[in-house]
């Protein structure tokens, strides 16, 4: 399988339009992996404004109909537990056969580079892992990377199953995630890629939700100057041409690894990111589970705590319903933003939809994750979740705690484990009142579960930080 160009995308979109005169999004083909168990919808266009079309799925052959509105068509079409594969035919004037289809679960990748990379672009054991990569019931859809200034109906794409040479294009995350899904769970994994490395969570968001908050607004102006023209930098560009057009097929979840670019402008991402999230929930009518990586720690020179006040946002972010952030701190790399170790990003985050989404037990799915502080004998006692089977250190010593008294002076603090909590003490602070943890770009602490998950950065206090 060769890779596309996106004039040969644009070219095969418009050939279809073309030359056809009843079609389906590109996302409606061959090769797809509809949601398993749900009311799928398929939908498309044609040259007859009021035809009656006809749909049939081969796992039962019940025929579904509609009728065109100003050659318009959508319908609902059930979808059985999971299998295949199966052929959809679409009847109007004319006859469209998918064939191949699977049906089962059905993931979108997205961000930025991160969830971009694929093994050729950079992976610990690349070759091994390209020449496994034989799966024929986990699909590949791949969105060309393009942008617009308003929303669209469709985007050139094509699903591909996994295969050593179609891999070679996917994310590298993406792929380890759906692997474990597909290997534990026994079924068939659509993973939707839609990624632009570079870009600002800004892109990703509907261009009125960014412009009517004069702070969002504000802040993307910051991200805008920082970039090339032909880059996405305005709010919506990536959103209008890579998400919208999708938001009709129906999905299990979101996997979103992006971040780095929003160092620009720290301070905005407690809000846009949030709002990324409910905006695209909107859009599909659905409040799917949205699982994310914490940026992980690398060396931005400059500013020193602009990463980790958008990691302090992503942490902020878990209070969202139906969110999971795979914390990374341990295996990032201070000289590489794109650090190699892609599989235990794409586990950690498959740690997460396994426990949460499909109820797998006895799963340890998250590090230890701050909770509360108390204050004793001139000590602050952390206590986190995610730790009831206890807390372990890699190395002597606890590194990247601080304490601050009253006058807002942080210094480095001895850190003790004992049990399930973390006492800080520092003999420069006789009063504790806030504690500090990793809270810098470049930190690369050492407290982990007992299950070898990393726990996340964090700050107790809401004290302003000037970005």
Same mark, same amino acid.
């Given at each position: 399988m060769k890779k596309l160009s996106l004039l040969s995308f644009i070219f095969i979109l418009f050939?279809? !339009?073309?030359f056809a005169t009843l079609w389906a999004p590109s996302i409606i083909s061959d090769n797809m992996v509809l949601q398993q168990s749900s009311e799928s919808t398929i939908w498309g266009w044609t040259t007859k404004p009021n035809e009656t079309i006809k749909v049939t799925g081969s796992w039962n052959n019940d025929t579904i109909t509609t009728l065109a509105f100003q050659g318009s068509w959508s319908l609902q079409l059930p979808t059985p537990e999971a299998g295949g594969p199966f052929q959809i035919s679409i009847l109007g004037h004319e006859n469209i056969i998918l064939k191949n289809i699977m049906i089962g679960e059905v993931w979108i990748c997205s961000g930025q580079s991160n969830m971009e990379w694929t093994p050729t672009a950079g992976l610990d054991n690349a070759k091994e892992e390209i020449q496994n990569a034989k799966y024929p019931k986990i699909r590949f859809f791949f969105i060309p990377k393009h942008k617009s200034d308003t929303?669209?109906?469709? #985007?050139? /794409?094509? $699903?591909?199953?996994c295969t050593p040479e179609s891999i070679k294009y996917f994310s590298s995350v993406g792929y380890f995630f759906g692997r474990d899904l597909h290997k534990k769970l026994d079924v068939p994994i659509g993973l939707i890629y =839609? *990624?632009? /490395? /570079? #870009?600002?969570? +800004?892109? $990703?968001i509907k261009k009125q939700l960014i412009e009517q908050d004069p702070e969002l607004n504000k802040a993307a102006k910051l991200v805008q100057e920082k970039v090339y023209a032909w880059w996405p930098s305005n709010p919506g560009e990536a959103y209008n041409a890579m998400i919208h057009p999708i938001t009709k097929f129906n999905i299990a979840g979101v996997i979103w690894y992006q971040g780095e670019s929003n160092t620009a402008n720290a301070l905005s991402y407690y809000q846009s990111f949030p709002l990324l999230i409910k905006s695209w929930r909107e859009e599909w009518k659905k409040d799917f589970p949205f699982y994310y990586v914490q940026i992980a720690p690398f060396d931005y020179k400059g500013n020193n705590v602009n990463a980790a006040i958008v990691r302090d946002a992503q942490l902020k972010t878990l209070? &969202?319903? *139906? #969110?999971?952030?795979?914390? !990374?701190n341990d295996i990032g790399d201070l000289k590489n933003i794109h650090p190699k170790n892609k599989l235990d990003v794409g586990h950690r985050l498959a740690l997460w939809a396994l426990a949460k989404t499909y109820g797998v037990k006895d799963l340890v799915f998250s590090g230890p994750i701050y909770e509360s502080m108390e204050i004793k004998n001139k000590k602050a006692i952390i206590h986190f979740k995610y730790a009831e089977q206890g807390l372990l250190k890699k190395g002597k010593k606890l590194i990247d705690f601080? &304490?601050?008294?009253e006058d807002k002076v942080f210094h480095?603090? +001895?850190? !003790? !484990? =004992? /049990?399930? #909590?973390?006492e800080v003490s520092s003999k420069k602070v006789q009063t504790p009142v806030a504690v500090r943890f990793a809270f810098t770009d470049i930190a690369q602490p050492n407290l982990f579960n007992k299950a070898g998950l990393p726990a996340s950065a964090f700050k107790t206090d809401d004290w302003k930080i000037e970005q």
């Open positions: 050939g279809k !339009i073309i929303p669209q109906d469709d #985007t050139p /794409g094509y $699903w591909a199953e =839609s *990624n632009w /490395g /570079g #870009t600002a969570v +800004e892109v $990703w209070d &969202v319903p *139906n #969110t999971g952030m795979a914390v !990374i601080y &304490v601050a008294g480095p603090a +001895e850190a !003790i !484990i =004992s /049990g399930v #909590t973390v």
